[in-house]
């Protein structure tokens, strides 16, 4: 990496960091530092929620990804689209006037507070994990360029996405729209570059193994279930729901998600090119997480490299402050105010939340050290979290017949059977193993609800409580 190149990385890593700290410098109550005074436009929200989604995993992972299986490991990203499709359509106006800080809130409002604190306290711990593996990645990214100590790698990377997340939501999200230009910029450059060093498109293809360029060459349940839980994430987690409560009308809500939507069509598609041009580039790479850096040293040209890695940074850097900052408002708005800070200023729970930066910025630092499987990794946090509340949500959305022990019971029930599934059916080839365990969760859901709910609204029934 030569001094020019550290120069360019280092200008736009500076150039974030002016956005944040100027964002985020008059941030003087807690209502602005979780929320941004509900005032986003369509920019700022659509730039955020692109850059919010598209983190280490979608860059790193899904590169990596493509590298081991081809053109087919491009559904990593490419799922994304239509599940951002449908929540523009269909669910994104509603979460815009839905009567919630966070999705925990609402359940509370909707059902009851033991609803409330169950899917709080999941919702937390499902961030947590995956804040870690954007640490691992950005870290493991600065120990390959710099030679730095692992552990002084990713000190590095917490400090910058703690600095940026500090400012509240409007810092975090003036952030992501800069971070969200300088993705776009460097991996739409490394096309040409990676399709230069393989000597055009033609011989790339002819040293391809055969089927490598094939979309479909994963099957059809892996696209399926990563669909699901792309749904799944986008309906329910606060880090993607924020955006929408936060923007200024349903309008901007809805186009914030279409918009997402389309920029994950285009760059699915960048990401499996480059991908598999690196299984030809640089064959052999064992841990798949440094075939995009090792690509970057090898081939890139002076100025690119810095930019480059600059885009490395931005994509796990904006996830990584989108998920801190969602992290605190669940933390803050769903557990701690009520149940402890009910009484307390607003001075006092801005103070808090800034704490709850620090404090589960370094819970997860400590998650990173020993995981390092992100696909896998997410996957899990989908399963714990998302499968739990998504039935709740949308049936409560839809129906006031559902009831709060029934909500309560269709996420156990959910975390319960797509664990099971995940962990005990499928490793074990029992019969219709293939199915995704998310389903699994989802139909549980589904089904006890409908059964706790039904049992509840008999005249029986409610005859027998009185």
């Known amino acids: 990496m030569t001094l020019f190149d550290i120069i360019v990385m280092l200008v736009l890593i500076a150039a974030v960091l002016s956005v944040g700290w100027f964002s985020g410098r008059n941030t003087q109550n807690s209502v602005a530092f979780l929320s941004a005074d509900k005032g986003l436009g369509?920019?700022?929200?659509?730039?955020?929620?692109?850059?919010?989604?598209?983190?280490?995993?979608?860059?790193?992972?899904?590169?990596?990804?493509?590298?081991?299986?081809?053109?087919g490991?491009?559904?990593?990203?490419?799922?994304?689209?239509?599940?951002?499709?449908?929540?523009?359509?269909?669910?994104?106006p509603k979460l815009n006037v839905f009567g919630g800080a966070?999705?925990?809130?609402?359940?509370?409002?909707?059902?009851?507070?033991?609803?409330?604190?169950?899917a709080g306290t999941m919702h937390i711990c499902a961030n947590i994990a995956m804040l870690s593996t954007q640490f691992t990645?950005?870290?493991?990214?600065?120990?390959?360029?710099?030679?730095?100590?692992?552990?002084l790698s990713l000190l590095v990377c917490v400090l910058l996405v703690v600095f940026l997340t500090s400012g509240g939501l409007k810092a975090v999200v003036n952030t992501d729209a800069v971070l969200f230009v300088i993705i776009v910029a460097s991996l739409f450059l490394c096309v040409p570059v990676v399709l230069h060093a393989s000597g055009g498109l033609t011989e790339?293809?002819?040293?391809?193994?055969?089927?490598?360029?094939?979309?479909?060459?994963?099957?059809?349940?892996?696209?399926?279930?990563?669909?699901?839980?792309?749904?799944?994430?986008?309906?329910?987690?606060?880090?993607?729901?924020?955006?929408?409560?936060?923007?200024?009308?349903?309008?901007?809500?809805?186009?914030a998600a279409l918009f997402t939507a389309g920029f994950y069509f285009v760059i699915s598609i960048v990401l499996g090119f480059i991908g598999i041009a690196a299984a030809n580039l640089v064959p052999g790479i064992e841990d798949t997480n440094m075939v995009f850096p090792v690509l970057l040293m090898q081939y890139f040209p002076t100025g690119l490299v810095g930019l480059s890695i600059a885009g490395v940074f931005a994509a796990t850097i904006s996830t990584g402050t989108s998920l801190l900052h969602a992290t605190t408002v669940l933390f803050t708005n769903d557990i701690w105010k009520?149940?402890?800070?009910?009484?307390?200023?607003?001075?006092?729970?801005?103070?808090?939340?800034?704490?709850v930066i620090f404090a589960a910025a370094a819970f997860s630092t400590m998650i990173s050290l020993f995981f390092t499987d992100?696909?896998?990794?997410?996957?899990?946090?989908?399963?714990?979290?998302?499968?739990?509340?998504?039935?709740?949500?949308?049936?409560?959305?839809?129906?006031?017949k559902t009831t709060a022990t029934a909500a309560v019971v269709g996420s156990v029930c959910a975390v319960a059977a797509g664990l099971l599934w995940e962990f005990f059916i499928i490793p074990h080839g029992f019969s219709f193993g293939w199915i995704p365990s998310n389903v699994i969760g989802l139909a549980s859901s589904f089904v006890s609800i409908l059964i706790v709910?039904?049992?509840?609204?008999?005249?029986?029934?409610?005859?027998?409580?009185e």
Request: net charge positive; glycine share 10%; hydrophobic share 50%.
């Open 42 to 71: 369509k920019l700022q929200t659509g730039f955020s929620m692109a850059a919010t989604d598209f983190g280490g995993s979608g860059l790193v992972g899904a590169i990596g990804y493509c590298y081991l299986v081809g053109m």
């Open 73 to 92: 490991g491009a559904w990593w990203n490419l799922a994304a689209a239509p599940a951002f499709l449908l929540v523009g359509l269909f669910l994104a």
């Open 102 to 118: 966070t999705i925990p809130d609402y359940l509370g409002k909707r059902y009851c507070p033991a609803m409330k604190y169950l």
């Open 137 to 151: 990645i950005s870290s493991a990214l600065l120990q390959t360029i710099t030679g730095f100590n692992p552990k």
């Open 204 to 255: 790339l293809i002819r040293h391809l193994p055969e089927g490598f360029l094939n979309i479909g060459s994963i099957g059809i349940f892996t696209p399926l279930s990563w669909f699901i839980l792309c749904v799944l994430a986008y309906s329910t987690n606060q880090n993607y729901v924020q955006r929408m409560v936060a923007a200024k009308d349903a309008g901007t809500a809805r186009f």
């Open 338 to 355: 009520p149940l402890i800070g009910a009484n307390k200023s607003d001075h006092d729970e801005l103070v808090f939340s800034r704490i």
């Open 374 to 400: 992100i696909i896998n990794t997410i996957y899990i946090a989908g399963l714990f979290y998302s499968t739990a509340v998504f039935m709740p949500l949308i049936i409560g959305i839809n129906s006031r």
């Open 453 to 465: 709910s039904a049992i509840e609204n008999t005249t029986f029934f409610k005859n027998k409580i």
